[in-house]
């Protein structure tokens, strides 16, 4: 018996089986560590706004321009309340009562493609970040 031949299938085997998953798991975890990082951000500035402002809407607004300078639209940004499920930016879920000694409490969620691809992303994940932010109690509120 002889051993000719065996090495090109070894090496297309190694390379088909070891390292192309192995290359696309590290491909993968930068969009996955830039998306978590802007939902945690999103998340900080949505509640600040407003918990500042005392509204909403202006938080919102903020997550809007947080995630559209990183080219992402509506479809793949979600944001909630106060304990709510997320929705669209389009129509938020929930409210908190923006009153003395509360908390404001703001969960975006992000959506990261598995793997790019020149043809389009292939599968996904969505990203989840909350932050609360505390309305003083010896603020003077309208």
């Known amino acids: 018996m002889t051993d000719r031949g065996h090495a090109a299938v070894e090496l297309a085997l190694a390379v088909g089986v070891l390292m192309l998953p192995v290359a696309l798991a590290v491909t993968a975890f930068g969009p996955w560590v830039e998306r978590r990082v802007l939902a945690e951000s999103a998340a900080a500035e949505a509640a600040r706004v407003a918990v500042l402002q005392l509204d909403h809407g202006l938080g919102a607004e903020a997550v809007r321009q947080a ?55 292939v599968g996904g994940l969505w990203v989840t970040a909350k932050h609360a932010e505390p309305i003083d109690a010896f603020r003077s509120v309208p």
Do not use: I, N, Q, Y
């Open 67 to 121: 995630t559209s300078a990183h080219g992402l639209s509506g479809d793949f940004v979600k944001l909630g309340w106060c304990g709510s499920e997320p929705r669209t930016l389009s129509a938020p879920a929930g409210s908190c009562p923006l009153a003395r000694g509360t908390m404001a409490v703001a969960e975006v969620e992000v959506w990261v493609p598995l793997v790019r691809t020149p043809w389009g992303d």
